[in-house]
């Protein structure tokens, strides 16, 4: 399983440093470690200290711009990340969809980038609330034209569904509305499906058990180190 942490726009420098020291302490098992895999997107400004007390889990950016360096007042380029060794992007989160206006074609241009160097990619995709209530048919045309200039072969890539009534409401979706869009998007690609949208300690293991969810996405729930370790631990109980 992939268990991946999205911190968003909390912790800082310092307290990456407590809550990755408070999940080291906690303990992963070597046989956890060798049968499952920990990603945490920290924000920008705590990469640097989340790669020095997170020996456990592959560290990776929650955004960049598409060129090595340059002219991109506030932006994030690839020469920043390669000197701390992050090799790891999310790309297509609805919050930066929706709220930063990315395109779906500036979204498969940053793809198309990452990927030719050679980045794991974690690709997500999702539907408002007003594309759920009108069924599961109209769902799957809205996360199909999501994959529109994405080629999901081109690179190491896990495709997160998060559906976007689900993300930090406390409502995650439904064991049947995940089975059924996971089984769609299953007919759409081989890579490893995660899910994404108010996962928790006490949905992880009911989640997880879902056919063709090969992981979990995990924003509010992932910001407490304790809360955390709990969903990862939830595949052995
Ligand atoms: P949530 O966020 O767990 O707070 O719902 C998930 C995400 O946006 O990745």
């Not at 929650?62 to 020469?79: C, D, K, L, R």
């Not at 034209?145 to 993300?167: C, H, K, L, M, N």
């Not at 300690?201 to 995990?218: M, R, T, Y």
Request: with cysteine; charged share 15%; proline share 3%.
């Amino acid at each position: 399983m992939q268990f991946m942490a999205n911190f968003k726009c909390n912790h800082t420098a310092h307290s990456v440093q407590e809550y990755f020291t408070t999940l080291g302490a906690l303990g992963f098992s070597q046989e956890f470690l060798r049968e499952n895999e920990l990603v945490f997107f920290p924000q920008a400004l705590s990469l640097q200290a989340s790669k020095d007390f997170a020996p456990f889990g592959e560290i990776g950016v929650q955004n960049a711009y598409p060129a090595y360096s340059g002219a991109f007042t506030g932006e994030i380029g690839v020469q920043a990340l390669e000197s701390m060794g992050v090799r790891t992007i999310l790309i297509g989160h609805s919050e930066r969809r929706v709220l930063l206006n990315e395109s779906q074609e500036f979204i498969a241009e940053k793809f198309a980038f990452f990927a030719r160097l050679g980045f794991f990619i974690v690709y997500c995709v999702g539907e408002p609330l007003s594309v759920r209530k009108q069924g599961e048919k109209a769902v799957q045309e809205y996360l199909q034209a999501q994959f529109a200039g994405i080629d999901v072969e081109s690179t190491r890539v896990s495709v997160a569904y998060e559906p976007i009534w689900a993300i930090g409401t406390g409502r995650s979706a439904s064991v049947q509305e995940i089975a059924q869009t996971h089984a769609f998007l299953r007919t759409l690609v081989q890579n490893p499906l995660l899910y994404g949208g108010s996962v928790n300690a006490s949905n992880a293991k009911e989640i997880l058990s879902i056919p063709n969810v090969n992981g979990v996405l995990v924003g509010s729930a992932s910001l407490d180190a304790k809360s955390f370790y709990a969903i990862t631990q939830s595949v052995l109980a």
